[in-house]
């Protein structure tokens, strides 16, 4: 029986392209970056990610995400490569100026939270976070919010989430991990030993050696898992 979810944020329960969208287009009028264009947001999510899961893969720090990323980008942009760190504090501030839900998170989440102990699990920025989850009153539903910033540990490392197992109440078999990242949120679930579930949105394929445990397409169907675990 699941007594205790643990909930990915970017991506699972808040939308954060949208977000990175409306930071980038306003990071470009700010700093006169030329023409924005959908093409050149794509080209900086590309970057983006790139840095993360090298960070996942413990080949760069956060910081150096935060650095590198906007070297890369304004590079490609064949802009001044010098501001990289004014560019990535201006768009960090600006993210959480866009607060939309996924699927219909808030109403799942509420809906959850009457039955089992959910926590936040999460490896972005600690003051942007904080702020995200405030705005979307999101954090009034967790029992508590983890945060790699804070810990010093990302995922999918399990050093992130000793303190989460050390805080719950219940055994590891009772867990569940919900995320859409493989390489982070399930790969994570994968080095504690709880159950994973896969939020997979767009039906992309797990070519790796991940264990899923189940996979959904919205978060409804979370609660499908749920009945089907606690039978």
Not at 149 to 165: M, Q, T, V, W
Request: charge should be negative.
């Amino acid at each position: 029986m699941i007594k205790a979810i643990l909930f990915d944020i970017d991506g699972t329960l808040l939308d954060f392209l949208a977000a990175e969208y409306n930071s980038i287009k306003n990071s470009f009028e700010k700093f006169n970056l030329g023409k924005f264009t959908d093409e050149k947001v794509s080209a900086y999510s590309k970057i983006n990610l790139k840095h993360w899961e090298m960070l996942e893969r413990g080949e760069i720090d956060k910081k150096q995400v935060m650095h590198l990323r906007f070297v890369e980008f304004l590079k490609y942009l064949g802009a001044d490569t010098s501001m990289a760190d004014e560019v990535n504090a201006y768009y960090e501030n600006s993210i959480p100026d866009t607060i939309e839900y996924i699927d219909n998170a808030y109403n799942v989440c509420f809906k959850l939270s009457g039955n089992y102990d959910l926590y936040c699990v999460t490896n972005g920025a600690k003051a942007v976070q904080r702020k995200r989850l405030s705005l979307s009153k999101l954090d009034n539903l967790f029992k508590d919010i983890f945060i790699s910033d804070e810990i010093g540990f990302e995922k999918p490392s399990a050093d992130f989430f000793a303190p989460l197992l050390n805080e719950v109440e219940c055994e590891k078999s009772e867990i569940l991990i919900v995320g859409d990242s493989l390489t982070s949120d399930m790969r994570g679930g994968n080095n504690i030993g709880i159950k994973c579930c896969w939020y997979n949105p767009h039906h992309n394929e797990n070519d790796s050696d991940i264990r899923l445990d189940y996979e959904i397409h919205n978060l409804d169907e979370i609660f499908a898992v749920l009945e089907c675990e606690n039978k």
